[in-house]
C-alpha cells in the first residue's frame, strides 16, 4: 500500500503535468489517466519504475541509516563514509611468474620469436642457458640481476620494451604487496567540469582474504573537497593503483577537480588500467569490453536493479529534489560492486594470461 507521502508526491506530479497540459479545470478521467501514465509513476521503463519504487521504500530512512556509514571531518569539512568488508579469495602464482619469465627468451635485446626459437632448438631452453651463449652471455647477466632483484617497476618496464607481452606486464603485480593495491572507481554529474558525487576505493589485506570498500559520497554539491581529500587520504607513493578505463577518465577527473578546490594531488602511484589488458584478451571475442559485458560474458553475472553510469545523473537529481536517499543506494552498490570487481578481474586476468 502507497503511504501517505508517496501519494501526495504523486498527487504533485499529477498536478504539474496537468496544470501545464490542460485547459479543462475539470479534466476527464482518461485525461487523468493520460497524465498519470506520462508522469512516469506507471512507466515501463525498468529505470523509472526502480526510481519510484526506490522513492517509497526508504521515504522514511537517512544517510546514517546506512549500513557502515559515519560522517568524517577533514581539512575541507565534512562527508559521508560508508565502509564495507567482505571475503575474498585472491591470488597471483608468482612462482609460476618467475618460471615464465626466465623462459623468455625474447626478453634479450634484439631477440624478437624468430630467434628465440632458434635458440631453443639449439637447446637454450632458459635465459640462464644463456650464459653459456658467447653472443648473449652479458645481456643474460644484466636480465638476470633484473629479474632476481629488480623492483616490480624495473620488471614491468623490461617486459614493456623488450617483449611488450600485456600478460607478463600485468603478472607483474604479483611481486607486490596486495594491501597496496587501491581499487577505485568514480562517479559524476556528467563527463568534464561536473562534480563528482562518488569515489570508491577497495583495499585488501596482506594476504587477500578480505576486501574492505571504502566510499565517499557527496550529501551536498558544497562537500565535494571533502570527498575528494578522503580519498586522497588512501593514496601515497607506495600505492598501486587499479582501474577501469581510469587513465582515460576517473584519474584525470579527479586530478581536474583537485586542481578547481587547490588540493594537492602530487602522489603518482603505478598504475593498471585493466581496461587495456581486457581488450587484449576478448576483444575478438565480445561485443564489447564494458565492465557490465564481461561480466556478463566472462563471470556470468548479471547485475539486479543496476542503475547504468549514465543514467547516475538523473538519480542523485532525484535525490536531491525529494530529500530521499532511496535513488542513491543504487549508485552506492554500483559504486562498490565495481570497485570490488575490479579486485576479482585482476585475479582472474592474470590467470588467463
Not at 526508504?58 to 549500513?67: A, F, K, M, P, V
Not at 620494451?161 to 597496496?180: F, R, T
Not at 564489447?288 to 549514465?310: A, H, Q, W, Y
Amino acid at each position: 500500500m502507497k503511504s501517505e507521502r508517496y501519494e501526495n508526491h504523486e498527487k504533485d506530479m499529477l498536478k504539474s503535468i496537468l496544470s501545464k497540459s490542460l485547459t479543462s479545470a475539470a479534466p476527464s478521467k482518461e485525461t487523468i489517466a493520460k497524465a498519470h501514465a506520462n508522469s512516469g509513476i506507471n512507466s515501463d521503463d525498468p529505470l523509472i519504475k526502480l526510481k519510484y519504487t526506490l522513492l517509497e521504500q526508504y521515504q522514511d530512512q537517512r544517510l546514517d541509516d546506512i549500513e557502515g556509514s559515519e560522517i568524517i571531518e577533514n581539512s575541507s569539512g565534512e562527508t559521508l563514509k560508508i565502509t564495507k568488508k567482505e571475503k575474498i579469495d585472491f591470488s597471483i602464482d608468482k612462482k609460476e611468474f618467475e618460471k615464465e619469465l626466465f623462459c623468455d627468451l625474447k626478453l634479450i635485446p634484439k631477440i624478437g620469436p624468430a630467434t628465440e626459437k632458434k635458440l631453443k632448438e639449439e637447446g637454450y631452453e632458459d635465459i640462464n642457458s644463456l650464459l653459456e651463449h658467447e653472443k648473449y652471455k652479458k645481456h643474460a647477466e644484466e636480465i638476470i640481476e633484473k629479474l632476481e632483484n629488480g623492483s616490480h617497476i624495473d620488471k614491468f618496464n623490461l617486459i614493456r620494451k623488450n617483449c611488450n607481452n600485456k600478460g607478463k606486464m600485468l603478472k607483474c603485480a604479483g611481486d607486490l604487496e596486495y594491501d597496496s593495491f587501491k581499487f577505485m572507481d568514480i562517479e559524476t554529474l556528467g563527463l568534464s567540469n561536473v562534480p563528482i558525487i562518488l569515489i570508491g576505493i577497495a583495499e585488501m589485506d596482506k594476504k587477500g582474504k578480505s576486501i574492505t570498500s571504502t566510499q565517499y559520497l557527496l550529501r551536498r554539491k558544497v562537500e565535494e573537497a571533502a570527498v575528494l581529500e578522503g580519498y586522497l587520504s588512501h593514496i601515497d607513493e607506495d600505492s598501486t593503483l587499479i582501474t577501469y578505463n581510469g587513465a582515460s577518465f576517473d584519474v584525470p577527473f579527479i586530478r581536474n577537480r583537485c586542481n578547481y578546490y587547490q588540493l594537492n594531488n602530487e602522489s603518482q602511484p603505478f598504475h593498471y588500467d585493466l581496461i587495456y589488458y581486457a581488450r587484449n584478451l576478448w576483444k575478438d571475442k565480445l561485443p564489447n569490453c564494458k565492465l557490465t559485458t564481461i561480466e556478463k560474458n566472462i563471470f556470468d553475472i548479471n547485475r539486479v536493479d543496476d542503475v547504468p553510469g549514465s543514467h547516475i545523473p538523473e538519480f542523485y537529481d532525484a535525490y536531491l529534489k525529494e530529500d530521499n536517499i532511496g535513488p542513491l543506494v543504487p549508485i552506492i552498490e554500483h559504486n562498490r560492486f565495481d570497485i570490488v570487481s575490479l579486485a576479482k578481474f585482476l585475479n582472474r586476468m592474470c590467470e588467463k594470461f
